[in-house]
């Protein structure tokens, strides 16, 4: 048989690991990004501006600044996840350099008293928002084998479905079926070509499965890479009015990449189980792009206290996923090796919508010496949107959304104080869980420091950025259900180069 590359547009999807409460999250979370003095003050620049990355908190910041300038930005990513999976503890880790964050500002002064607008500036600014890579690695003993995932797809479908057409290749064959009947079915058509189970009788009506593993508990292997980007580009325009008000708008276009490969072995089944090993991987790619929008203003009390509120539509995400998958087991049929990663399920593109956002800040100048700021916001994950929403597979997941995710207030503080030409920054960052639960995703901490140098027409700035974060990882979607508990921590090391003209 000749293995080659086929596409297949699947409209009977059914929902994938990506279409799901967890791709809205993915996609609606921000990681503490952009330029070193930025991530030091831990992003507290709603009511300060002055900084391109504090765009994304408010868009009038880009009328503070005095002149035109240029920011580059490079961080050097590590990723430590400790996981915790059927009595066992594994660690992992994984590093990654990257440009994080590029843009610039042309600042128009008018200096004359004929008007009271004194300042008109226009901003671009590139952002990665989100970095995406990153690896989770998890061994453990459990009660629960993957004939559970394949048996919770197969039991009720009669097997005629699920069987080979007169010569019919396999790897066609489980093209069509996940083409014209679904997800599930696909899945099913695994499990049994797979071998992990067999009908009850050998007949086109039947419906109930067996697995062909015996065990009380069985030994997995679980690896998750992660890999890609959600990155933002900013049009921005900015206007002061006389000296203490400041008004903004920014247009953000999105460029999202996103692919995971995880890789799936069991073992340590019974000495009288027919099989006595398992594997199953699946490989997913989504990319796609989105569109969002914010406004806010800056407002000058007083020498020394100013605030500012923002606010940031819906990011509308336009996406498209493909799958490919492979199995093997004892009892696999001899041609399930055609069934590989060279397969490629193309799913019908869809939306997210992610929730709008507030954000509230106060922030205190003191003249040249340094200053303290503080940003709130607030976001209600409920809101979020997968669509079509007539789509019956999304109306599902769309009721998860509602009654399982909540609004999350999240919480950031920074401080600078400047002695000559150094300054010190430093930061924390608080993110509730946009769970109801409080556990499949905890309570978001952080913490940063960093400084900087001034030359007079340009600035070097170093930051150290912090954050931990625990996690419940269900494995699969259906049959194993025992949530592996993910002791998250990321730290960033930014250096950044800001030259005026």
């Known amino acids: 048989m000749k293995k080659f590359l086929i596409f297949v547009m699947c409209c009977a999807c059914g929902v994938l690991n990506a279409q799901n409460i967890s791709d809205v999250l993915r996609y609606s979370a921000e990681n503490l990004q952009g330029t070193a003095r930025y991530q030091a ?18 868009p009038a910041g880009s009328a503070i600044f ?18 915790s999976y059927g009595g066992s503890t594994m660690g992992s880790s994984l590093y990654d350099l990257d440009i994080n964050q590029v843009g610039g500002v042309m600042v128009f002064n008018n200096n004359q008293d004929t008007s009271d607008w004194n300042r008109v500036s226009l901003a671009f600014n590139y952002d990665l928002i989100q970095n995406f890579e990153n690896q989770t690695e998890l061994s453990g003993s459990t009660a ?9 797809f197969a039991q009720g479908l009669p097997l005629g479905d699920i069987l080979l057409q007169d010569g019919e290749f396999l790897e066609n064959a489980y093209q069509d079926i996940g083409a014209q009947q679904g997800f599930g079915d696909q899945q099913a058509f695994l499990g049994y070509f ?8 050998v007949e086109d009506n039947n419906t109930l499965y067996n697995p062909n593993a015996i065990y009380e508990n069985v030994n997995q292997d679980f690896l998750r890479n992660t890999s890609g980007y959600n990155a933002r580009y900013t049009l921005n325009m900015a206007a002061q009015y006389r000296h203490n ?28 189980s027919p099989i006595q090993s398992t594997s199953f991987d699946n490989s997913l790619r989504t990319e796609g792009a989105g569109f969002s929008a914010n406004i806010g203003a800056i407002g000058k009390l007083n020498e020394v206290v100013r605030i500012g509120v923002s606010y940031q539509s819906p990011t509308w995400y336009r996406l498209e996923d493909t799958f490919a998958q492979r199995i093997n087991s ?45 940003d709130y916001g607030y976001q209600d994950m409920s809101q979020a949107r997968l669509r079509p929403q007539n789509d019956g597979n999304f109306a599902q997941v769309n009721s998860d959304i509602s009654s399982q995710l909540t609004a999350v207030s ?31 995703v905890g309570d978001l901490t952080g913490i940063s420091g960093g400084l900087g140098f001034d ?36 730290t960033n090391v930014t250096l950044g180069y800001t030259f005026n003209f």
């Open 41 to 58: 003050m831990g992003g507290a620049f709603g009511a300060l501006g002055g900084d391109l990355s504090a765009l994304n908190n408010n």
């Open 66 to 83: 005095n002149h035109g300038l240029f920011t580059v930005s490079g961080t050097a990513y590590n990723r430590d996840n400790s996981a």
């Open 144 to 152: 629960q084998g993957i004939d559970n995932y394949f048996s919770a």
């Open 194 to 201: 797979g071998g992990i189970l067999d009908p009850e009788a």
């Open 245 to 272: 008000l400041s008004f903004g708008v920014s247009l953000n276009f999105h460029n999202v990449l996103y692919q995971q490969t995880d890789f799936f072995r069991e073992t340590g089944y019974a000495s009288n």
């Open 330 to 374: 004892d009892l696999a049929d001899t041609d399930i090796q055609f069934i590989d990663f060279d397969i490629v399920n193309i799913y019908d593109r869809y939306s997210i919508k992610t929730p709008s956002k507030l954000m509230a800040s106060l922030a205190f100048v003191f003249g040249k010496n340094g200053l303290l700021s503080a």
């Open 410 to 440: 999240s919480l950031r503080v920074g401080g600078e104080y400047r002695i000559a030409r150094f300054s010190l920054r430093a930061g924390y960052r608080f993110e509730q869980s946009p769970y109801e639960d409080g556990i499949t």
């Open 455 to 490: 030359f007079g027409g340009s600035r070097l700035d170093l930051a150290v950025n912090r954050t931990e974060r625990e996690m419940a990882l269900q494995l699969f979607d259906a049959g194993v259900t025992a949530p592996a508990t993910i002791d998250r921590t990321n």
